[in-house]
């Protein structure tokens, strides 16, 4: 489990949002940002140019630390949209992310105001049997991920089919 909050100023106006990993998202276990609010989760000044549509998404990599990938570095370098990330560009990379990160995108600058997770307790049944749980591509994982992204896929996992470990 996790809460991950977001602070930013739009216009003289202090904004923040709160994601866990129990609100769904436009593309499973990411958050995407940007100015286009059919693609993204946090939708940032929908009329400032200087924000691409879809921008970045944040997401756990398999060490479940926070990340941020620039999602412009598929268009062409014409079009790419740099994001700064604690004085660093990003253009064709992915940077960590910390409590007290700043990520500017264009005019805005997104702070990471809190970090909170959590690890659950795995229960180990009697007999000696570990399970662990599928997430929904296939991946069979420990229970401590329940709640959190598949290291693999990034996928959400919030239930899965159980699957017998070890014995």
């Not at 129990?22 to 286009?36: E, L, N, P, V």
Request: charge should be positive; aromatic fraction near 6%; proline fraction near 5%.
């Amino acid at each position: 489990m996790y809460k991950l909050t977001l602070e930013w100023m739009e216009g003289h106006r202090s904004r923040s949002q709160t994601f866990t990993p129990a609100q769904a998202t436009k593309h499973q276990g990411t958050i995407r940002i940007g100015r286009d609010r059919e693609q993204c989760d946090l939708v940032l000044s929908e009329g400032d140019r200087s924000l691409s549509r879809l921008h970045v998404e944040i997401f756990l990599n398999s060490a479940n630390q926070f990340w941020v990938r620039n999602l412009t570095r598929e268009q062409p370098p014409a079009k790419r949209n740099p994001v700064i990330v604690d004085g660093k560009t990003i253009l064709d990379a992915e940077a960590p992310l910390k409590v007290g990160s700043q990520i500017q995108l264009g005019t805005i600058v997104l702070k990471i105001r809190t970090i909170e997770q959590q690890q659950r307790q795995i229960n180990q049944p009697a007999a000696g049997l570990v399970y662990g749980i599928k997430c929904p591509t296939g991946h069979v994982l420990s229970h401590q991920y329940l709640g959190l992204f598949c290291p693999h896929c990034g996928k959400g996992i919030q239930a899965g089919e159980s699957e017998v470990l070890r014995s």
